[in-house]
């Protein structure tokens, strides 16, 4: 709901608020030096993959290939912090799948590049089934190699993405301004 001061708006305006992410993804883009990523506590959402939601597709282009290298030139972050969010299952879900898919591309397939992906805090009930659905490749493509931070070391060095699931946060929704 949107309040009526409109000072207030601008946190409201999804089109104001995806141009401050894609701002800050163009940035780490661009960056020659950008490996960490921390968009924590931001109030972002997502619940699918709604090719419609611009701040979705975003954070999606977060975990994907950046710069203008190709083959082994080219670049990744290697940890992705989005904690304290409002993500839900099937985002979370395809923002795994980008990572990984992705990074399948790279040349080098003994030295893929991994990722470190913090969820912590975000409403993503059922992590385990998640994880279980990717690895099992009920998803497109086949399986991905996923772990969690609770896995085993041994497990975790083996993945491509670790994930960071944290506990996950029933936030009641902001009553009404």
Same mark, same amino acid.
């Given at each position: ?27 780490v883009r661009v960056s020659t030096g950008a490996k960490i990523v !921390? ?5 972002? !959402? ?14 999606? !282009? ?21 904690? !304290?969010? &409002?993500? *839900? ?12 898919? *992705? ?6 397939? *003994? ?8 969820? &912590? ?26 772990a969690t931070k609770k896995d085993s070391p041994e497990v975790q ?11 996950? *946060?029933?936030?009641a929704p902001s009553p009404p301004h």
């Amino acid at each position: 709901e949107t309040p009526l001061d409109a000072n207030l708006k601008a946190r409201w305006d999804l089109k104001r608020r995806a141009q401050t992410v894609q701002l800050a993804v163009q940035f780490v883009r661009v960056s020659t030096g950008a490996k960490i990523v !921390r968009l924590e506590d931001c109030g972002l !959402r997502g619940s699918t993959h709604d090719k419609e939601d611009l701040i979705e597709q975003e954070v999606i !282009r977060l975990v994907k290939k950046f710069g203008f290298g190709s083959g082994k030139d080219a670049r990744y972050t290697s940890e992705v912090s989005l904690a !304290r969010n &409002s993500f *839900e299952d099937g985002f979370a879900k395809k923002i795994i799948e980008a990572a990984y898919w *992705e990074r399948c591309k790279h040349p080098d397939k *003994e030295a893929m590049p991994r990722l470190l992906l913090n969820l &912590s805090g975000n409403k993503i009930k059922a992590p385990r089934r998640i994880v279980a659905e990717l690895r099992e490749g009920q998803c497109a493509g086949g399986s991905i190699s996923v772990a969690t931070k609770k896995d085993s070391p041994e497990v975790q060095e083996k993945a491509a993405i670790v994930v960071d699931f944290g506990d996950q *946060e029933e936030r009641a929704p902001s009553p009404p301004h």
